[in-house]
Antibody, heavy 122, light 105 residues
Framework: QLRLQESGPGLVKPSETLSLICSVS??????????WGWIRQPPGKRLEWIAS???????SYNPSLKSRVTISVDTSKNQFSLKLTSLTAADTAVYFC??????????????WGQGALVTVSS | EIVLTQSPATLSLSPGERATLSCRAS??????LAWYQQKPGQAPRLLIY???NRASGIPARFSGSGSGTDFTLTISSLEPEDFALYYC????????FGGGTKVEI
């Protein structure tokens, strides 16, 4: 059974950088034909796709966040990561990592992590 | 950016009733639309992808239809566990989500 687990700090200060890791178990990132993704959900608001990455390192970014986001993959650890810079209170959200249900750069997602709440506050 | 508008914002129904949820795209997205169910404190659950395909393990009471700009999620007979938030998501031009419809008792 595929499982995704987000990890990272729950509280980050404004202007700092958020780093999150998604650890994948029950399946191999490098033996899949998927663009693994990060999605976030601010409290009471709609979901927002952040970025996706293929095991080879090919990436796709939400244009509205692209200047502040870096997504990377470590196939040796079966993990992929997210960095988000210049944080503000608007970045407070639950951050999910997810796996698509089909191949292709832009997809829907059928496996999700439980989500990691990140609060941006001094 | 493709904007998805869901209606109604809230749908008040009883178990056993039929639920019809709408998602409208700001431009044509062909059939590149998915539907998710989300309960408080949980991750979204994929119900339907590419407008009308049920995801693995999803009961037959959930069905999706539509193409272009207008899409519908239908729950034929509501079960108690179906009362939740529902989101649509398009993948025609990167990825965006709708604002959600709450199905409540």
């Amino acid at each position: 059974q595929l499982r995704l687990q987000e990890s990272g700090p729950g509280l980050v200060k404004p202007s700092e950088t958020l780093s999150l890791i998604c650890s994948v178990s029950g399946g191999s990132i490098s033996r899949s034909n998927y663009y693994w993704g990060w999605i976030r959900q601010p409290p009471g608001k709609r979901l927002e796709w952040i970025a996706s990455i293929y095991y080879s390192g090919s990436t796709s970014y939400n244009p509205s966040l692209k200047s502040r986001v870096t997504i990377s993959v470590d196939t040796s650890k079966n993990q992929f990561s997210l960095k988000l810079t210049s944080l503000t209170a608007a970045d407070t959200a639950v951050y999910f990592c997810a796996r698509p249900n089909t191949g292709g750069r832009f997809t829907s997602f059928d496996y999700w992590g439980q989500g990691a709440l990140v609060t941006v506050s001094s | 950016e493709i904007v998805l508008t869901q209606s109604p914002a809230t749908l008040s129904l009883s178990p056993g009733e039929r639920a019809t949820l709408s998602c409208r795209a700001s431009q044509s997205i062909r059939n590149f639309l998915a539907w998710y169910q989300q309960k408080p404190g949980q991750a979204p659950r994929l119900l339907i992808y590419d407008a009308s395909n049920r995801a693995s393990g999803i009961p037959a009471r959930f069905s999706g239809s539509g193409s272009g700009t207008d899409f519908t999620l239908t729950i034929s007979s509501l079960e108690p566990e179906d009362f939740a938030l529902y989101y649509c998501q398009q993948r025609s031009n990167w990825l965006t989500f709708g604002g959600g419809t709450k199905v409540e008792i």
